[in-house]
């Protein structure tokens, strides 16, 4: 089994059993040049029973606020690590994910890990001016400048919005005449979006294979750029059922068809700020390469491919390791 030859390059991979990490583990693995540890919360969820069916070490390691010695432990021995950070609902001035986010990387660190890569994303707050308000970008963004400071060869990649907030978190409504396809975005602005579970793990594994290639770069992660009337376009075309779009951009808007989310006013401000955000300024920062990812995985799911390989029909769904209470962010 190619856990037990180590004269393959270890490489543990934070958050296994999220939808990046899952991707990640998986293509590291498949690639037959790597061996994978897992860290998780638990053993027996679905997705860290199949990594370690498929050979990965699973190992308990939660990424959780005050774990550093444990994750120190459990990255020992690792080439490499892939860091993630989970949900978090920002309730300030609590700055739980940017914490985290060090801790994981000063166990890497402590670890011996030749070489990070942590799944960031942009500074909005800088790019803002700090007019709006998205602390799951600026920390990760943080996080990413701690990251530069260590003595450890770092490269990031920054994941597009996920075409799976639709099935887990903003699903469409059925009414009498089709379906609601309510969106977080306008109508008609391409934005970058991609498949969480398939396009991190390509881009990782190319950053693994080619270490010094990218020491210090920061790489988008994209299936493709789309607008949100495309997408239900595309919805309608592949399912056959009759959807059309319907906004839920503004506050108003996202409560109206989400009213689940009122309850917590941190994520309102939180989703608004970032689509705000990316609208206004792209979801990008200037002289990203948007082209990077295609090029490394020319099989990137666009959302086409990723409706017909899912054959989802615009229903709830669970990807096995989010937790309810967690924000769609
Ligand atoms: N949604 C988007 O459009 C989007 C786009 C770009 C980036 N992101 C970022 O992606 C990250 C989430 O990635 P994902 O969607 O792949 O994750 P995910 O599928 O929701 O999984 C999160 C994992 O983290 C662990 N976890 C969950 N809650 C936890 C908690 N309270 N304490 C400790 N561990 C916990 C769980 O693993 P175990 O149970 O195995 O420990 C779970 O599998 C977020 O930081 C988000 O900001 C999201």
């Not at 001035?93 to 990387?105: C, F, H, N, V």
């Not at 934005?191 to 594994?205: N, S, W």
């Not at 299936?223 to 592949?238: D, K, L, N, P």
């Amino acid at each position: 089994m190619s856990q037990n030859d180590t004269s393959k390059p270890l490489i543990t991979v934070a958050g296994a059993s999220s939808k990046q990490g899952r991707s990640v583990a998986n293509a590291l693995l498949d690639s037959g040049r790597y061996r994978v540890r897992a860290l998780t919360r638990s053993l027996d969820s679905q997705p860290a029973q199949a990594l370690a069916k498929k050979g990965a070490e699973v190992v308990v390691a939660p990424l959780e606020l005050g774990r550093r010695a444990e994750l120190t432990e459990a990255m020992k021995g690792s080439a490499g690590a892939f860091l993630m950070t989970p949900p978090i609902v920002k309730v300030p001035p609590a700055e739980i994910e940017l914490t985290l986010g060090k801790e994981l990387a000063d166990a890497a660190v402590a670890a011996g890990v030749e070489h990070v890569v942590f799944s960031g994303l942009e500074n909005v707050e800088a790019i803002t001016g700090g007019t709006k308000w998205a602390p799951h970008f600026t920390d990760k963004a943080k996080i990413v400048d701690y990251i530069r400071g260590l003595p450890i060869r770092s490269s990031f990649v920054y994941l597009a919005f996920y075409y799976t907030n639709f099935l887990e978190y903003y699903v469409p409504q059925r009414t009498k005449d089709g379906i609601n396809f309510a969106i977080y975005l306008p109508p008609d602005i391409p934005m970058p979006f991609c498949d969480p579970l398939t396009a991190p793990g390509p881009a990782v594994r190319e950053i693994f294979d080619n270490p010094e290639r990218y020491a210090g770069e920061v790489l988008p992660v994209i299936g493709e750029f789309i607008s949100a009337r495309q997408m239900v376009e595309t919805f309608e075309r592949v399912t056959g059922k009759r959807a059309r779009y319907v906004s839920a951009y503004s506050r108003e808007d996202l409560l109206r068809h989400f009213p689940g989310f009122a309850s917590d006013e941190h994520l309102v401000r939180e989703l608004v700020g970032m689509v705000e955000y990316a609208v206004e300024y792209g979801y990008y920062a200037p002289r990203r390469d948007l082209t990077w990812s295609r090029k490394v995985d020319p099989n990137a799911l666009t959302w086409e491919q990723f409706l017909k390989r899912s054959k989802w029909q615009g229903d709830l769904l669970s990807y096995g390791a989010a937790e309810p209470e967690l924000a769609p962010t």
